[in-house]
């Protein structure tokens, strides 16, 4: 199987070149993190290279591993300023496993006891929420 060429044109790649705004929360030498504009939970975070890599297939072992470092970094934090009982990590490769970006990525959600993830709807929330919650875990992050 021979894994389709990335594109630099994909909507991360933008945000990493500064061409789309985002609300950022985390960033280093290898990797980025920032708010989902369509979030599943409050807090929502995707975490991603800066390296251009489709997904998990092709991506180069240590930027894998300083995406998972970062992971984790934003999971802790996560837990911190949502208050949540858990964290889901989610990461989807290609159409068939439910990729809908090309760009490697990683999802982290906070969880709360008996609270569903939100439906995908298409809609982006509100600007200011965003704000407020990537905010909350920059703090969040200064104690970890």
């Excluded at 894994?3 to 705004?21: M, S, V």
């Amino acid at each position: 199987m021979t894994t389709p060429q990335y594109d630099d044109q994909n909507i991360f790649a933008k945000i990493l070149r500064g061409e789309i705004p985002c609300h950022k929360i985390y960033e280093d030498d290898k990797t980025f993190a920032f708010l989902d504009v369509m979030p599943k939970a409050d807090g929502h975070s995707l975490v991603l290279p800066k390296n251009p890599s489709r997904n998990i297939l092709d991506v180069a072992e240590d930027d894998l591993n300083a995406v998972t470092a970062t992971t984790q970094k934003i999971a802790k934090a996560i837990m911190i300023a949502f208050e949540a009982d858990g964290v889901t990590v989610q990461q989807n490769n290609e159409p068939a496993g439910g990729q809908e970006v090309y760009h490697l990525h990683f999802h982290v959600l906070p969880r709360h006891e008996g609270l569903p993830l939100r439906p995908q709807t298409g809609k982006m929330a509100d600007n200011d929420l965003l704000a407020g919650h990537a905010e909350k875990l920059r703090e969040a992050l200064k104690s970890i």
